[in-house]
């Protein structure tokens, strides 16, 4: 998380920047780590703000957010996860796309994973900067985005307020998405940027990469698509297609074992590496790594089983934020004791 936080200090091209750090009061790891960088970091305005919680309490998000609102006074409001480490002027490049446009409400950009230190995390690195990556960009050309990439986005502070900031949504999973939802509704535009970030998410066995992908699978249809319009939900809908088709061509020739359909496969296969293999290289700047391409085959056809085996028998729990929870229609959840 170090060098997450770092990377905050480190956006030079802003120079009035308010750096509100919240932890919980139980978090003495974290807490002691931002005392250290305050002290580290005696030029830039850092503040540490203690959220207080009991012993079998879990504190949540946007509990620590509008906390830290109390003590905010600038004009644009950032909200990033400790996970999410930033580049060089990512937040004055935010900025300015915020103040393009008199109606944007909102302004994100566009993760990619760098989490590489077991092979789960780097078939999620790999599946979120390939499959899910190849979502967020087409869709933008379609349609005006219609909710929050969550992990770091900034807003013009008299607008937050004017929507009703996040007034009520502790009992909602999808903050993001709610906080979208209101901002559309009062007539201002959610800004999908170029601005790209780091995302550092470590994930130690597959049950840990399971529950992640059941998450991100079962959270938007119980919320983001449930608020979608029709031709929103249509067109997310068909751009998410080709993410069945090398596990589709596998079926097809693992049933046939016809030499037509496995040379099929085979060249699909090697297709997807290929279009991958450019995107990291001349879009993400990422090297490339010959290792990964032996995971190709569980990124594109057994992550797929995975998801398709969630959505054809949904389950409304999942794991999220330390604790058990059933979604509800509309972004709504209780805690499973």
């Known amino acids: 998380m170090k060098k997450n936080l770092v990377s905050r ?70 909200f990033i996860d400790d996970d999410i480490e930033l580049y060089e002027n990512c937040l004055f490049d935010l900025v300015q796309n915020l103040f393009a ?15 590489q230190e077991n092979i789960w995390s780097t078939i999620n690195t790999m599946f979120v900067n390939t499959q899910a990556f190849f979502l967020y960009i087409p869709l933008t050309y379609l349609i005006n985005p219609f909710t929050i990439t969550g992990h770091i986005y900034l807003l013009k502070r008299d607008m937050f307020d004017e929507v009703g900031g996040f007034l009520e949504m502790d009992n909602q999973f999808h903050d993001d998405n709610a906080l979208a939802v209101r901002l559309m509704h009062h007539g201002y535009t959610c800004l999908q940027t170029k601005v790209t970030y780091k995302v550092h998410n470590y994930l130690a066995t597959m049950g840990l990469l399971n529950k992640q992908l059941k998450r991100w699978f079962m959270m938007p249809r119980k919320s983001i698509l449930q608020n979608a319009t029709a031709s929103q939900q249509i067109v997310t809908s068909i751009l998410s297609l080709d993410f069945f088709i090398p596990f589709l061509a596998l079926i097809l020739a693992i049933t046939s074992m016809s030499p037509t359909t496995i040379t099929s496969f085979a060249f699909i296969l090697a297709i997807f590496i ?3 293999q450019i995107h990291l ?45 059933k979604l509800k229609d509309k972004g709504f959840f209780e805690v499973v004791k």
């Not at 009061?25 to 703000?49: G, P, V």
């Not at 995975?306 to 058990?324: A, C, D, F, G």
């Open 9 to 78: 200090f480190r956006q030079t091209k802003i120079s009035n920047i308010h750096h509100l750090l919240v932890c919980d009061a139980l978090d003495f790891e974290s807490i002691n780590l931002c005392k250290k960088l305050q002290t580290q970091y005696n030029d830039k305005h850092i503040t540490l703000l203690i959220f207080p919680r009991g012993e079998n309490e879990v504190a949540s998000k946007i509990s620590k957010m509008n906390l830290a609102l109390q003590v905010a006074k600038g004009e644009v409001v950032g």
């Open 274 to 276: 290929l279009i991958d």
């Open 101 to 115: 446009h008199t109606d944007t409400g909102v302004v994100f950009g566009l993760p990619i994973a760098v989490s």
């Open 281 to 325: 290289k001349y879009n993400l700047k990422l090297p490339f790594k010959i290792q990964d391409i032996l995971l190709y085959p569980f990124v594109v056809c057994i992550i797929p089983l995975i998801v398709l085996m969630t959505l054809i028998t949904p389950n409304p729990h999942v794991y999220w934020r330390e604790q058990k929870i």
